[in-house]
């Protein structure tokens, strides 16, 4: 009797260097087709070239075109260079794809600066070329990557925290040292030093925590330049003011810009929502191998808002 092939099945292998994989991840990678998430935690740069080959050489130059791997965690810098690493640790015919979104910042990032080139190209006719950018609650994975994104779009970036100017500043350099730009570090720590910093600001990208508020009604009459403002915080209070979740190009109130508009998290959401799910699909759907990082990222974030425009 002839054995009847049996089909393979899709296998993501989702590395993480935290103690637990995201339940996001997982949720987004089974709903564009993988039939199989495996998680494992506590993967390091010392045992990622180890568990990539275990991933490849198991199912051969067929079942590779089946399998890929995702890399999370929270470090971004970190992720950057596993993704690098595994594409390494891999030779032909044993490769396979791989798509690195620590924390959901690479394609939360590309989301909120597509967004922002949008409402520029829109209502300025401008890009973020030449443009000041001021980052608040700059030094979490988002922000990390969104100052990366402007900076290699041609803006003046300044990386802020509210609390640290040691940790500013270290975000910056490692930032512009890795990935040879310039970004600065800065300390906003008062109302007073928010507004000295927002008197010749064009962008606002707030990306602190949840529920934090970086910029008041009362700091809005301080941006004279102001363009566009965008915040990835979905949680009471906003946080800008005067920018709702919902809001995409929507004039800000109270702004000294009088053209300011603002681009709110739900808005920055869908498309963060939508190049995961594609890059995803991408990686199922390639003729060859793909390892998709933030660039990638942006260059689908990019498509999707120019389709919807």
Same mark, same amino acid.
Do not use: W
């Given at each position: /009797?002839?054995?009847?092939?049996?089909?393979?099945?899709?296998?993501?292998?989702?590395?993480?260097?935290?103690?637990?994989?995201?339940?996001?991840?997982?949720? /987004?990678?089974?709903?564009?087709?993988?039939?199989?998430?495996?998680?494992?935690?506590?993967?390091?740069?010392?045992?990622?070239?180890?568990?990539?080959?275990?991933?490849?050489?198991?199912?051969?130059?067929?079942?590779?075109?089946?399998?890929?791997?995702?890399?999370?965690?929270?470090?971004?810098?970190?992720?950057?260079? /596993?993704?690098?690493?595994?594409?390494?640790?891999?030779?032909?015919?044993?490769?396979?794809?791989?798509?690195?979104?620590?924390?959901?910042?690479?394609?939360?990032?590309? =989301? /909120?600066?597509?967004?922002?080139?949008?409402?520029?190209?829109?209502?300025? =006719?401008?890009?973020?070329?030449?443009?000041?950018?001021?980052?608040?609650?700059?030094?979490?994975?988002?922000?990390?990557?969104?100052?990366?994104?402007?900076?290699?779009?041609?803006?003046?970036?300044?990386?802020?925290?509210?609390?640290?100017?040691?940790?500013?500043?270290?975000?910056?350099?490692?930032?512009?040292?890795?990935?040879?730009?310039?970004?600065?570090?800065?300390?906003?720590?008062?109302?007073?030093?928010?507004?000295?910093?927002?008197?010749?600001?064009?962008?606002?990208?707030?990306?602190?925590?949840?529920? &934090?508020?970086?910029?008041?009604?009362?700091?809005?009459?301080?941006?004279?330049?102001?363009?566009?403002?965008?915040?990835?915080?979905?949680?009471?209070?906003?946080?800008?003011?005067?920018?709702? &979740?919902?809001?995409? $190009? &929507?004039?800000?109130? $109270?702004?000294?810009?009088?053209?300011?508009? =603002?681009? =709110?998290?739900?808005?920055?959401?869908?498309?963060?929502?939508?190049?995961?799910?594609?890059?995803?699909?991408?990686?199922?759907?390639?003729?060859?191998?793909?390892?998709?990082?933030?660039?990638?990222?942006?260059?689908?974030?990019?498509?999707?808002?120019?389709?919807?425009?």
């Amino acid at each position: /009797m002839q054995a009847q092939s049996v089909e393979r099945p899709t296998i993501l292998h989702l590395f993480t260097p935290g103690k637990q994989a995201s339940p996001f991840d997982v949720n /987004m990678a089974v709903d564009a087709g993988f039939q199989v998430v495996v998680p494992y935690a506590h993967v390091e740069m010392d045992n990622l070239a180890a568990l990539t080959q275990d991933a490849i050489f198991s199912r051969g130059p067929k079942g590779a075109k089946k399998t890929g791997i995702f890399i999370g965690g929270r470090d971004v810098v970190v992720a950057d260079d /596993m993704l690098k690493l595994a594409e390494k640790s891999m030779f032909p015919p044993f490769v396979v794809s791989v798509f690195a979104d620590p924390s959901g910042s690479y394609t939360t990032a590309a =989301g /909120m600066i597509a967004c922002v080139e949008r409402q520029l190209l829109k209502a300025n =006719g401008t890009s973020l070329d030449g443009k000041r950018v001021l980052i608040l609650g700059g030094t979490g994975a988002v922000g990390r990557i969104a100052a990366v994104l402007c900076a290699q779009s041609g803006a003046e970036v300044r990386l802020c925290s509210h609390s640290d100017a040691k940790r500013a500043k270290a975000a910056a350099e490692l930032l512009s040292k890795r990935f040879e730009l310039v970004i600065d570090g800065l300390l906003i720590d008062s109302a007073a030093t928010l507004r000295r910093a927002l008197a010749d600001t064009d962008v606002v990208l707030a990306t602190a925590a949840a529920g &934090v508020q970086v910029m008041a009604t009362e700091d809005l009459a301080a941006a004279p330049r102001l363009l566009v403002a965008a915040d990835v915080n979905a949680v009471p209070p906003a946080g800008i003011a005067g920018v709702d &979740v919902k809001h995409d $190009g &929507v004039p800000i109130e $109270g702004s000294g810009g009088k053209r300011a508009v =603002g681009i =709110g998290a739900l808005a920055i959401g869908d498309v963060k929502y939508q190049v995961q799910h594609r890059l995803f699909v991408r990686m199922l759907e390639a003729g060859k191998p793909v390892f998709l990082g933030f660039p990638e990222a942006l260059a689908m974030a990019r498509e999707l808002v120019a389709d919807a425009a």
